[in-house]
């Protein structure tokens, strides 16, 4: 039997459930008993079982802010845009894993289900579930996909959802990164920025013949910079994981990881910041409330081990929605349709005959 048609029966077999491979482990999506079979996801990426049609599935209007909710995620993370919260706003402890833990294939998405720990934001204090991947990220930075992200998942006794959302980006080393900087110093962003505020300011003159300071100045901040985000070396937590990704590469597999060190994620994001916002799920059923806080910090990967994991997850990034507060875009798309079913209704005005 083909991989294809396994997989179609499995989904089959488990689509009276309501599943939400971002919510998994939480009230949303309660875990399985342990040792039951894992339930794998229902909806895909890609075709009908895609986003722009999950709102259809489940046979009800279980879905149905996916398709009209007005503070849906992932956006685009445009900095400045967003309440920014520093390590002294967030308080978050993870347990380390010495004995290891689970690491299971929901279909749509690899999981590690957490084994303790705690997220306190906003008054709040929420409880540590599952952290999974995105591939490519979901949230832009500032435009720009990243290679994965991770949604590290938490929740309150009162059914509250926060998720912290990292990017994780490919390890090029910080040789590359001094490099690039180094490279980027022809034409420096401040020489940029120059140009479009002086638009008389003749067509080059910065780029071309920047003061040696300004050049100086240029080469530390985008070193600084670099170094700042870029550690060159690529995370010890998230390649103990994936070292076992191709164990998991069937939908409703499970493994159990090698001992994992969670305090080195912890310590990079809270050397950081983070961008918070009021979204939603971003899977099925995008249930909205959900406090997202994005890392300003990246985590980084070996580019082999990214090859491996997109040979396992293939593809599972829902597209970027409108900006919080404005109409969902799929309702825009449907009026879109709408107005242009009865623009090409009216019969065409016949050519006048000369
Ligand atoms: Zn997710």
Redesign the pocket.
């Known amino acids: 039997m083909s991989t294809f048609i396994a997989r179609i029966l499995m989904i089959a077999a488990s689509v009276t459930h309501a599943s939400a491979?971002?919510a998994y482990g939480t009230h949303l999506s309660p875990r399985a008993e342990e040792g039951a079979p894992i339930e794998v996801n229902t909806f895909g990426y890609t075709g009908v079982i895609g986003p722009l049609n999950w709102a259809a599935l489940d046979g009800g209007s279980a879905n149905v802010l996916c398709a009209t909710g007005k503070n849906q995620s992932p956006i685009d993370m445009v900095d400045g845009v967003f309440k920014t919260l520093t390590a002294a706003d967030v308080k978050l402890q993870i347990n380390d894993m010495p004995e290891g833990t689970e690491f299971e294939n929901l279909g749509t998405?690899v999981e590690v289900v957490s084994k303790g720990g705690s997220l306190e934001v906003g008054g709040k204090t929420y409880e540590f579930k599952q952290f999974?991947?995105?591939l490519p990220s979901?949230h832009l930075d500032n435009g720009t996909s990243i290679a994965m992200?991770m949604?590290m998942?938490f929740q309150t006794p009162e059914e509250d959802i926060a998720?912290v959302?990292v990017f994780v980006d490919l390890d090029t080393g910080v040789a590359a990164a001094a490099d690039a900087a180094t490279a980027q110093v022809i034409t420096p962003p401040a020489a940029k920025r120059d140009l479009g505020r002086h638009p008389h300011s003749r067509r080059g003159e910065a780029a071309s013949a920047p003061r040696a300071d300004s050049h100086l100045s240029a080469i530390v901040q985008l070193l600084t910079s670099s170094l700042a985000t870029t550690t060159g070396t690529s995370s010890a937590l998230l390649e103990t994981v994936f070292s076992q990704v191709a164990e998991v590469a069937s939908p409703g597999s499970v493994v159990k990881t090698q001992p994992l060190v969670m305090s080195e994620v912890v310590n990079t994001l809270l050397a950081g910041s983070f961008q918070s916002y009021s979204g939603s799920?971003?899977?099925p059923p995008c249930s909205e409330g959900v406090t997202w806080l994005v890392s300003t910090q990246k985590l980084k990967i070996q580019t082999a081990t990214f090859e491996k994991v997109r040979s396992v997850i293939g593809f599972n990034a829902r597209y970027p929605q409108n900006t919080p507060g404005f109409n969902n875009l799929l309702s825009v798309g449907a009026q879109s349709a709408v107005a242009a079913k009865a623009a090409a209704a009216v019969p065409a005005v016949p050519a006048a005959k000369i």
Request: charged share 15%; net charge negative; aromatic share 6%.
């Open positions: 491979s971002c998405t999974h991947f995105h979901e992200e949604h998942v998720v959302g799920l971003t899977t």
